[in-house]
T-cell receptor, first 108, second 113 residues
Framework: ENVLTQSPGTLSLSPGERATLSCRAR???????LAWFQQKPGQAPRLLIY???SRATGIPDRFSGSGSGTDFTLTISRLEPEDFAVYYC?????????FGQGTKVEIK | QVQLVESGGGVVQPGRSLRLSCAAS????????MHWVRQAPGKGLEWVAF????????AYADSVRGRFSISRDNSKNTLYLQMNSLRAEDTALYYC??????WGQGTLATVSS
């Protein structure tokens, strides 16, 4: 399976700051089929980015995805209060999906 | 818009069975690969099973292979997960999903005596 490793585990930032989250795959992700999800307590994961860099419907443009092959990044340009949450990356380039372990973005 | 609605969760004893359903709308269901993903309380996301658009190909996580079975009815736009020989560690929120499509709210399966 294609193991995904996210870093850092926790990111402590203030509103208005820039957040940079990393996701590294053990093997190249087919067709860059890499997605990012946001999850808040008690809620289902929310699709933010698919295809490494395409924003899902209704997602603000402060969220952006980049990368290819084995190294991917989610950037939140200016953190809003509602952005503090856990973020997961996912590869869907094979039938056996895999997820990163998550990065928690918390208020500093 | 695309909507996935899971149902069928509940509380069951260890060793018993449960059948989950997922009703899909707003997507070309009969041409879409589908998956089940679960999240145990306080834990991360775990992929469970895959089925191809026509049901001819299936795959399972090692943790559920031989106990769970994924199926679909394209005439009803519905995905299923038959869960047998349930264990306490199968307790989780179960989500159906399709590549690059927003997820539903999930259905909770609790295995407890």
């Amino acid at each position: 399976e294609n193991v995904l490793t996210q870093s850092p585990g926790t990111l402590s930032l203030s509103p208005g700051e820039r957040a940079t989250l990393s996701c590294r795959a053990r093997q190249s992700v087919n067709n860059n089929y890499l997605a990012w999800f946001q999850q808040k307590p008690g809620q289902a994961p929310r699709l933010l980015i698919y295809g490494a860099s395409s924003r899902a419907t209704g997602i603000p443009d402060r969220f952006s995805g980049s990368g290819s092959g084995t190294d991917f990044t989610l950037t939140i340009s200016r953190l809003e209060p509602e952005d503090f949450a856990v973020y997961y990356c996912q590869q869907y380039g094979t039938a056996l999906w895999t997820f990163g372990q998550g990065t928690k973005v918390e208020i500093k | 818009q695309v909507q996935l609605v899971e149902s069928g969760g509940g509380v069951v004893q260890p060793g018993r069975s449960l059948r989950l359903s997922c009703a899909a709308s707003g997507l070309a269901f009969s041409s879409s690969a589908m998956h089940w993903v679960r999240q145990a309380p306080g834990k991360g996301l775990e992929w469970v099973a895959f089925i191809s658009y026509d049901g001819s190909n299936k795959a399972y996580a090692d943790s559920v292979r031989g106990r769970f079975s994924i199926s679909r009815d394209n005439s009803k736009n519905t995905l299923y997960l038959q869960m047998n020989s349930l264990r306490a560690e199968d307790t989780a929120l179960y989500y159906c999903a399709s590549p690059a499509i927003p997820w539903g709210q999930g259905t909770l399966a609790t295995v407890s005596s």
